[in-house]
């Protein structure tokens, strides 16, 4: 495997955490970016010296673009860039208030815009690059009304991606853009919803972190555009839309 250098955004826990350590351990130079310092150097003693550790908040457009500038100024470049942050919340749609929706849109959809834009002007420098947009399956099939603001919003993140994608295809084919959607994960996911929430682990058939970062890893190398981290969620979705517009 040739060695990249790989941005997680959300590496202090969960799937990017998983993904931080499987990609360093597959000989990538890594780089983790949240915003609790210290969370991210335990992660990053993981992974092993190279590890390189930068502060953020992804939902500030400014400090993405210290990021970017920050990891072409410790690695000379920037292969991999993987918007991973992401947050859930627990509220039924009859309740949701604005700030609900602002927040889910800040940190589902405005973190991934500007990951894609800061990163392009170096990736276009250098005729090539990699970007993976972690979405969710909530984003196909509106299945949890508890989620509702955060289907809708990973949702717009899958449209920006499939775009983005278009946009970039004919003027620089070098670019590529890549959606990974997961359903049920056992990470901090649940109980960091906004408004709180049961911890994912306690419901069943879920995944581990570890087995979404290896679907990301192969999704590197593949490059494939839109991929589910479990192999039944494609049947569960085309089952979703083979339902509607039957009639009357
Ligand atoms: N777990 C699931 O069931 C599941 C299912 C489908 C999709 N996903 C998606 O998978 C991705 C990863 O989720 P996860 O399950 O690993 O959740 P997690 O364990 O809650 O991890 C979220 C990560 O994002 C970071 N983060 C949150 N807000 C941030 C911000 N404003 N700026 C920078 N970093 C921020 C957190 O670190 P700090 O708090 O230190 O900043 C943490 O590292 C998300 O996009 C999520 O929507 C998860």
């Known amino acids: 495997m040739t060695e990249r250098v790989v941005v997680v955004t959300g590496a202090s826990s969960g799937i990017g955490a ?3 350590e499987r990609a360093a351990a597959a000989g990538h130079a890594v780089m983790l970016v949240a915003r ?3 969370r991210l150097r335990e992660v990053a003693a993981r992974c092993g010296p190279r590890a390189f550790v ?3 908040d992804v939902t500030s457009r400014p400090e993405v673009r210290r990021a970017v500038a920050a990891g072409v100024a410790h690695f000379g470049r920037i292969d991999v860039w993987v918007n991973n942050v992401g947050r859930g919340i627990t509220r039924p749609p009859s309740q949701l208030t604005d700030e609900d929706i602002d ?3 800040r940190v589902n959809v405005l973190s991934a815009l500007y990951g894609m834009q800061e990163v392009l002007p170096h990736f276009r420098a250098r005729g090539g690059g990699q970007v993976i947009n972690v979405s969710s399956m909530l984003a196909r099939v509106p299945y949890a009304v508890h989620r509702a603001a955060y289907s809708g ?3 717009f993140l899958n449209a920006l991606t499939a775009n983005f994608r278009d946009e970039l295809a004919a003027e620089h084919p070098g670019i590529t853009v890549s959606l990974v959607s997961p359903g049920l994960v056992y990470t901090e996911f ?3 919803a906004h408004h709180g929430g049961p911890p994912s682990r306690s419901f069943p058939q879920g995944q581990d972190a570890e087995q979404v970062a290896d679907v990301i890893l192969r999704v ?3 490059r494939a555009t839109d991929v589910y981290t479990r192999p039944e969620s494609h049947d569960r979705v085309v089952a979703y839309f083979e ?3 039957q009639g009357p």
Request: glycine share 12%.
């Open 36 to 38: 609790t310092e210290e």
């Open 220 to 222: 590197m190398e593949t």
């Open 190 to 192: 649940g109980t960091n």
């Open 103 to 105: 927040l889910m849109m």
């Open 54 to 56: 930068h502060v953020a």
């Open 243 to 245: 339902g509607i517009g």
């Open 153 to 155: 919003a990973k949702h």
């Open 18 to 20: 998983a993904l931080a």
